[in-house]
């Protein structure tokens, strides 16, 4: 009968071997947490010195030290990497904010660090660092990274307890309270679109039109096409007065444009109705444009190309808005010196004037109004959730997707 192996975690007698140049070596067996013997070895001015410094090795030795590539002693860097290689199901959009936390705020603040080493002090400083020179969005979503990260190195055995969890750093955001257009202001926002010749050669009047009719996002609202589903069915039925939310326009990386076949979250897949003024607009649209094929898109750019960039038109919406009924950028948008000429950043980018009644205004303010008219309305919050494409706190409603269809009673409220 052979002899039993050494529990694991644990070890045998510390052999002492001196070297040539009078240094002693200490050295033993250690069962790691993978199961398998290594021999540990380390280095001193003497044999206590040897056995202190080998003893130090085991101490970290014994935290689970993992069964897979990711281990206690694993780089901060490389347990980033993992992180991000792993399949979470995420957006595009989410997967590249991701990762530019993790490139411009993870690596360089932990990258250097061993997994064992990052502690809740650790996390704590460089959240507060972060959010010092990043601002406290970046710290927010810094820690959510870490989080995750964690998660997998707990899963993987390289790690007992997630620091991020039992850090004490507070990362304090001004969260400003919500606001949306009145209906007096959004009548008047339309008329102030439909009466530019900037809002007109970039076509975005229909555009912010159906954002209000429809509280969808921007993304969303730049994928809609006239083309049928997997199921043969039309996205956009404008007999029915419906449409099916089921794309998002997205940049990805080293490709480009394209429309990503769902939308931003598994909650923002729905069918919502049509006011009527919308289907007459699309309807207005079609006798317009004339289109190749019934699969393009209803926005598209207003030069040339497939998609419309969500970045670049929320830019051309900002423009807009803060030069509409602006007295001290004389209607440009954009700050100025005392000759005329436009005030810019060192890169040479021009600043934004934030002085016009209208600069608070964001594409998302039409997503805030659309909430707002329901629920004045007496529409209950699963309904205006459902518009929204919100998840909802349930988690059993949350699977069904019967709730996912609006009722025809939201259409009715935002008509016009």
């Given at each position: 009968?052979?002899r039993?192996?050494l ?13 040539p ?24 001015l003497s ?9 130090a090795?085991l101490?970290?030795?014994q935290?689970?030290?993992?069964v ?6 694993t780089r901060?860097v ?10 979470h199901?995420?957006?595009?959009g ?5 990762r530019s936390?993790i490139?411009?705020?993870v690596?360089p ?10 502690t809740?002090?650790?996390?704590s ?5 972060i ?18 990260m964690?998660?997998?190195a ?10 991020v969890r ?9 969260k400003r309270a919500?606001r ?8 008047r926002l ?8 900037r809002?007109?050669?970039l ?15 921007i993304?969303e ?11 043969g ?19 990805v990386?080293?490709t480009?444009?394209?429309i990503?076949?769902?939308?931003k979250?598994?909650a ?19 006798g317009r444009f004339?289109?190749?094929?019934d ?5 598209p750019p ?5 998609l419309?960039?969500?970045?670049n ?11 509409f009924?602006?007295e001290?950028?004389?209607?440009t948008?954009?700050q100025?010196n ?10 040479g980018?021009r600043?934004?004037?934030?002085e016009?009644p209208?600069s608070?205004v964001?594409s ?12 004045e ?8 959730a459902?518009?929204?494409g919100h998840?909802n ?6 699977v ?8 025809a ?8």
């Amino acid at each position: 009968m052979g002899r039993p192996p050494l529990p694991l975690g644990t070890s045998g007698k510390v052999l002492f071997a001196t070297l040539p140049n009078g240094r002693v070596k200490a050295r033993v067996k250690f069962r790691d947490y993978d199961g398998r013997v290594r021999l540990v070895s380390k280095v001193g001015l003497s044999r206590a010195a040897a056995e202190r410094a080998l003893k130090a090795e085991l101490t970290s030795r014994q935290a689970p030290g993992g069964v897979g590539t990711i281990t206690s002693s694993t780089r901060m860097v490389i347990l980033a990497d993992a992180w991000m290689d792993a399949d979470h199901g995420w957006s595009t959009g989410t997967q590249r904010t991701y990762r530019s936390v993790i490139n411009k705020q993870v690596k360089p603040a932990f990258g250097r660090l061993c997994i064992r080493e990052v502690t809740p002090g650790v996390v704590s400083r460089a959240l507060a660092a972060i959010a010092k020179s990043s601002g406290p969005g970046a710290a927010k979503t810094t820690r959510a990274c870490l989080s995750g990260m964690f998660a997998l190195a707990i899963q993987d055995g390289a790690a007992a307890v997630n620091p991020v969890r039992d850090s004490a750093a507070k990362i304090s955001t001004v969260k400003r309270a919500p606001r949306a257009l009145t209906v007096d202001e959004t009548s008047r926002l339309l008329e102030l679109f439909r009466s530019s010749d900037r809002a007109a050669e970039l076509d975005l009047p229909d555009l912010v039109d159906w954002m209000l009719a429809t509280g969808c996002r921007i993304g969303e609202a730049l994928a809609l096409r006239y083309g049928t589903n997997g199921d043969g069915r039309p996205i956009l039925d404008l007999g029915a007065r419906t449409w099916e939310v089921n794309a998002t326009v997205v940049r990805v990386p080293g490709t480009g444009l394209a429309i990503q076949p769902r939308p931003k979250t598994t909650a923002g897949w729905r069918v919502v109705a049509l006011p009527h003024f919308a289907v007459r607009m699309l309807e207005n649209r079609r006798g317009r444009f004339r289109r190749q094929s019934d699969a393009e898109v209803v926005f598209p750019p207003p030069l040339s190309g497939v998609l419309r960039d969500p970045s670049n038109v929320s830019g051309d919406l900002r423009q807009l808005l803060d030069s509409f009924e602006c007295e001290t950028c004389a209607g440009t948008g954009y700050q100025l010196n005392r000759d005329g000429a436009f005030k810019t950043e060192v890169a040479g980018r021009r600043i934004r004037c934030e002085e016009g009644p209208w600069s608070w205004v964001t594409s998302h303010t039409f997503r805030k109004t659309v909430a707002t008219r329901l629920d004045e309305a007496g529409l209950s919050p699963r309904q205006v959730a459902d518009q929204l494409g919100h998840a909802n706190p349930s988690m059993t409603l949350d699977v069904y997707f019967g709730r996912q269809v609006v009722s025809a009673e939201a259409a009715r409220v935002l008509d016009r």
